[in-house]
C-alpha cells in the first residue's frame, strides 16, 4: 500500500446543535478494507457522504484520492468511487439489464463491462426480469454491481450484506478480498460484525460523531486489555482441578464434568498454559481472543460510561 486514499482531518460535520461528526479524524490506506462501526446515529452515513463530497464539512480538511470531494476535480473523481447505500433503489418498471445500464451509462460505461458485472454478483440468470419481481437479496445484488460499475478504487458500502443468505454474504466478503488483491480500497459499515471480522484489515468505531478506536484486530484487543478465554478439557471426577489459579482471583468455571473455563489477562496466558498442561488429566484446551463485537461492545460501553460521567 502505497499512501492513503482518504484523509479526514479534524472534521466536524452539523445539523443545527447536533454534531453529526465532532472533529472526527481518520486515516485510510490504499489497498485495505476498513470496517466503520458504530449503533445507528454513530456518523457512519455522514462521513462517507462527507468522502463522496455528497456533503459539506463546516469544518476541516477531507482529501479522497488526492483530492477534495467538493472542489474542481470532484466530477472527474466521483468516476473512480462506487457507492452501495443502506437503502438501495431502482426504477421498478426497469429489468436488471435496464436498471444497471442506466448507470452505466451515467459513467459511460459499455455493454460488455454491464454483463460481466451481472454475472459477477451472480443475477445475470434474471437480468430479463423487472427489478419490482427482485428479492431483497437481489435488489442488493444489483446495487453491488452499479456501484462496481468503471473499476473503482475506492468503494463505499453502507449495510452491504442486508438481505443476503450466509452463503451470498461469504461470496460477497470473497468478492471484496479478490477486489483489495487488486488495488482496491474499500470502506464498509455493518452491523454484521462475525463475517466483517474475516476480512477487514482495520475497523474503526465511532460513537456520537467520535472515533473512540481504530486498528487492527490485535491493535484493539491489545489497547483494551480483555481478558481471554481459556477452556479446558479433560476427565475429572472428584474436586476441581487448577483451584490454585482460582484462590489467585482468576475466574474459573466449572461447565460440567469435563469441561473448565479460565477469563485470563493477556500478559498472564503463557503462564497460565503452562500451568494447565502441567495438570493431570487435560485432554484439550481451547482458547478464545476477544472477536469483533467483544471489542466493539466494550468501546461503545466504555464511552457510554464517560459519556455519563460527563453529564454527572
Request: glycine fraction near 10%; aromatic fraction near 4%; include cysteine.
Amino acid at each position: 500500500m502505497s499512501g492513503m486514499a482518504v484523509q479526514l482531518q479534524t472534521v466536524t460535520k452539523r445539523y443545527g446543535a447536533l454534531h453529526a461528526l465532532d472533529a472526527f479524524s481518520l486515516d485510510i490506506r490504499e489497498g485495505e478494507i476498513l470496517a466503520l462501526l458504530g449503533h445507528n446515529g454513530a456518523g457512519k452515513t455522514t462521513a462517507m457522504k462527507l468522502i463522496l463530497g455528497l456533503l459539506p464539512a463546516d469544518e476541516g480538511t477531507i482529501q479522497v484520492l488526492g483530492h477534495s470531494p467538493t472542489g474542481a476535480a470532484a466530477l472527474n473523481q466521483r468516476r473512480r468511487i462506487g457507492y452501495l447505500p443502506e437503502n438501495v433503489s431502482f426504477y421498478d418498471n426497469l429489468t436488471g439489464r435496464e436498471a444497471l445500464a442506466y448507470f452505466a451509462d451515467l459513467k459511460g460505461i459499455g455493454r460488455a463491462a454491464r454483463e460481466s458485472l451481472l454475472a459477477q454478483v451472480g443475477i445475470n440468470h434474471a437480468a430479463h426480469r423487472k427489478v419490482k419481481t427482485y428479492s431483497k437479496g437481489m435488489r442488493q445484488r444489483l446495487g453491488l454491481a452499479q456501484a462496481l460499475l468503471g473499476s473503482p478504487k475506492l468503494l463505499l458500502l453502507d449495510e452491504p450484506t442486508t438481505g443476503l443468505d450466509p452463503l451470498a454474504t461469504r461470496d460477497f466478503y470473497a468478492m471484496l478480498g479478490a477486489l483489495r488483491q487488486q488495488g482496491v480500497t474499500i470502506i464498509l459499515s455493518s452491523h454484521v460484525l462475525p463475517g466483517v471480522e474475516q476480512c477487514v484489515n482495520r475497523a474503526a468505531i465511532m460513537d456520537h460523531g467520535r472515533l473512540l478506536a481504530c486498528g487492527t484486530l490485535d491493535e484493539l484487543r491489545q489497547r483494551a486489555q480483555m481478558p481471554l478465554v481459556i477452556q479446558v478439557r479433560g476427565d475429572w471426577a472428584g474436586e476441581t482441578p487448577l483451584q490454585a489459579l482460582a484462590d489467585e482471583g482468576l475466574p474459573l468455571h466449572r461447565v460440567n464434568g469435563h469441561h473448565l473455563e479460565l477469563a485470563v489477562p493477556p500478559a498472564a496466558k503463557l503462564d497460565v498454559l503452562r500451568r494447565i498442561l502441567a495438570e493431570s488429566g487435560v485432554e484439550d484446551i481451547d482458547i478464545a481472543t476477544p472477536s469483533l463485537e467483544t471489542l466493539y461492545a466494550h468501546f461503545s460501553r466504555q464511552a457510554s460510561v464517560e459519556t455519563a460521567a460527563e453529564g454527572a
